[in-house]
């Protein structure tokens, strides 16, 4: 692996008028890895993709692009780099899709087989019919989008949401796309809102909200930094979860996380565990499900995100 991150960002700062849609961001991806920029909506992901990609200037800050400035370097970049946009947008909308990917390969100096990606995405149909982009699907769009990104066989490439809208078998197959892409040494940047596709691909996570970074390293490392356990049980709603958490140890948070869900956190030992069900049993409730688990990615993600929005409330 090289030493050389693929991308660097320090202190990035992107204002939309008053508001700073990335509020001094910093993190690198290491060569040939996956990293997933997992965030809300609204959290700043795209816009500090675009940044990376050449399409957007920041306010404040520095990004490098294997080496280069994305900005002003954007000819020597485009070759190495590929893109998809949010949306899979970006294409003339009367363009057909194979005719389109068949153009960018011959823009490439050693392409991938077309119709060997066409093949791998699930977009046969597409190839033997004669619809333009915009008779698509969202999902056959973001597709062809993400072939698009990957047909000039580049080093690094960028994906926003590259499975958002597609059906269960198509990510999927996105998925294990993306996983041959890294054994074949290409670094790649996705983001995601889904916990677990950022915990199913990606060798590094970084956690964002309101254009900053909460957490960030391997799904192994943000799960275990934590010494917390989790207990889930149902009851009924509305349970008086002040009561419970006086009655645990000081260290203890409990969440009624759905309507007669809850989740205790805390380090869990025999007597905690007593000290639930006691109190359940003083209040006549039989806590179905009871379960005691390692916490979650998103568990872990809740937990920032909650209390990121906890900061910025006004
Ligand atoms: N071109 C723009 N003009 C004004 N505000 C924008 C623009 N692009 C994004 N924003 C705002 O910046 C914030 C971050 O947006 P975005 O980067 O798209 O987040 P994400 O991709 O994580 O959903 C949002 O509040 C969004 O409304
Ligand atoms: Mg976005």
Request: with cysteine.
């Amino acid at each position: 692996m090289s030493a050389v991150p693929a991308v660097e960002i320090s202190s990035l700062v992107k204002r939309y008028g008053s508001t700073a849609a990335v509020d001094g961001l910093s993190f690198q991806v290491a060569a040939g890895t996956i990293t997933a920029v997992l965030g809300p909506n609204g959290a700043g992901k795209t816009t500090t993709v675009e940044i990376c990609e050449g399409f957007r200037r920041p306010d404040d800050g520095a990004v490098r692009v294997l080496g280069l400035d994305p900005w002003r370097d954007g000819a020597a970049l485009r070759p190495r780099v590929g893109v998809m946009l949010q949306d899979g947008a970006g294409f003339y909308p009367g363009a057909r899709p194979v005719e389109l990917l068949t153009h960018l390969a011959r823009l490439h100096a050693s392409p991938l087989d077309v119709s060997m990606l066409v093949a791998r995405l699930g977009l046969e149909s597409l190839a033997r019919g004669r619809a333009p982009l915009r008779r698509l699907s969202g999902g056959e769009r973001q597709r062809v989008a993400l072939a698009a990104a990957l047909v000039g066989r580049p080093d690094l490439v960028f994906l926003d949401e590259p499975t958002a809208g597609l059906d269960p078998q198509g990510r999927r197959a996105t998925w294990q796309l993306l996983d041959e892409l890294r054994a074949a040494g290409v670094t790649v940047v996705l983001t995601t809102h889904l916990i677990d596709e950022a915990e199913r691909l990606a060798d590094h996570v970084v956690i964002i909200d309101a254009g900053r970074v909460l957490a960030e390293g391997t799904p192994q490392e943000l799960t275990s930094g934590v010494s917390d356990d989790v207990i889930r049980f149902g009851g009924p709603p509305r349970l008086d979860v002040g009561s419970l958490r006086a009655a645990l140890p000081a260290a203890a948070t409990v969440r009624e996380v759905a309507p007669g869900s809850y989740e205790v956190t805390a380090p869990v030992d025999p007597s905690l565990l007593a000290t639930l069900t006691s109190w359940c049993a003083a209040q006549d409730i039989l806590a179905e499900g009871l379960q005691v688990g390692r916490r979650s990615l998103e568990d872990v993600y809740l937990e920032l995100i909650g209390a990121s929005a906890g900061r910025t409330a006004p």
